[in-house]
């Protein structure tokens, strides 16, 4: 009770913080995009994101990690341009539908709301590339995770690629070298491996995704002798060996599942992790001693998961005519 007390007087608090001390901490801008791109054109820009981030995770707590995730799968296909907010139309076909996000991605009505918010106040100002990306922000924050500056600007891409979404997102049925390598073709690089997927401290994994290592790993006919026998029963217990388990829930981080701390990390260091792409950045003396390092230093975890935020927030921005300001995110103009 107390506890929840103090958690919405700590979510009051930061809504209507201005953090004035932060703007001096930060150069004006990143690349292309401007830390006070809209401090005219949208004050409220901030505040609106807030509420409707805090709103949605208040309703459902998943939500934190399914915003989290929507801002991934839209800056890893062709950059941060919410192409992958585009609804597939009987002539249109964009991302939505490609496998990783088919009856996976959620969030998109949160969006929708916040921009529909935002065009109120803003008409055709706020790019939903950048609410996006703020709204990412704010529910890491909202879940106890570090706070990092989001510089603006971005604007709307004209299309989506169904194709290009199978094939750059990662999948945890890869092994860590091909996962790198689609992580390293955006900027981003091994270490971003290791930080982001730390990610995956909050929400929670369909039962398909790892299945394989609880029945018949790799044509065993056992299962993954890596995975920790207590969670492998649980997991048994939540996934049983029928396709009509496939879709059943399982938290990515069991320990702290709405949290967004760094026990992702000792998780993997105990055979804990759920994923085989989790679990594989033990089993490569590169990425392993990182996992130690981050499963040991909360505070090393979060500086860096800042900095790779930052990163993945700026791959491949459009800036002026290459696109849009959408009126709604669903749809281009
Ligand atoms: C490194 C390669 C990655 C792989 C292979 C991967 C794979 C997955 C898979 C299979 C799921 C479960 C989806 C489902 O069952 O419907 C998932 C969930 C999730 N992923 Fe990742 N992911 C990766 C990286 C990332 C990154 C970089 C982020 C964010 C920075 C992220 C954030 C999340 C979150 C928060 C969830 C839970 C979503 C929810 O509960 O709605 N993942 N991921
Ligand atoms: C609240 O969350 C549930 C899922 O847990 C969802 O179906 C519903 O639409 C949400 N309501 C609002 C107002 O966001
Ligand atoms: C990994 O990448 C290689 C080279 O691109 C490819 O041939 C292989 O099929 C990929 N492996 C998986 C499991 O996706």
Not at 65 to 88: K, Q, T, W
Request: contains cysteine; neutral net charge.
């Amino acid at each position: 009770m107390a506890c929840k007390l103090f958690f919405y007087l700590g979510v009051f608090l930061y809504m209507f913080a201005s953090l004035p001390s932060l703007v001096h901490m930060y150069p004006v801008s990143y690349g292309q995009l401007d830390y006070n791109f809209y401090d005219r054109s949208c004050p409220q820009l901030l505040m609106m994101v807030r509420y409707g981030v805090w709103s949605a995770i208040r309703n459902d707590s998943r939500m934190a990690a399914s915003l989290l995730r929507l801002h991934f799968h839209d800056c890893i296909v062709n950059g941060c341009d919410a192409s992958v907010l585009l609804v597939d139309t009987p002539d249109f076909t964009g991302e939505q539908n490609a496998f990783p996000n088919r009856n996976s991605l959620r969030g998109y009505e949160v969006i929708d709301n916040i921009k529909a918010d935002v065009e109120r106040f803003c008409p055709s100002t706020v790019s939903c590339a950048d609410i996006l990306t703020l709204a990412a922000r704010e529910a890491v924050v909202l879940a106890g995770g570090p706070f990092w500056p989001v510089a603006l600007g971005r604007r709307d891409s004209k299309k989506a690629s169904q194709q290009a979404a199978n094939q750059q997102i990662p999948s945890p049925f890869e092994p860590l070298e091909n996962i790198t390598a689609k992580f390293t073709s955006k900027g981003l690089d091994l270490n971003d491996v290791v930080v982001l997927s730390g990610a995956h401290t909050i929400g929670f994994a369909q039962c398909f995704t790892f299945k394989r290592r609880l029945f018949n790993f790799q044509g065993s006919g056992k299962p993954d002798p890596q995975l920790d026998p207590s969670l492998l029963s649980d997991l048994q217990t939540t996934c049983p060996n029928q396709e009509t388990s496939n879709s059943n829930l399982a938290p990515l981080d069991a320990e702290s599942t709405f949290r967004f701390d760094n026990t992702y990390y000792s998780n993997l260091v105990k055979n804990s992790g759920l994923l085989e792409s989790d679990q594989a950045l033990t089993g490569d003396p590169r990425t392993a001693a990182t996992v130690d390092y981050y499963s040991a230093n909360q505070y090393a975890f979060s500086n860096d998961f800042s900095a790779s935020m930052v990163k993945l927030g700026n791959v491949g921005v459009l800036t002026g005519k290459n696109g849009q300001i959408r009126k709604k995110c669903g749809f281009v103009n």
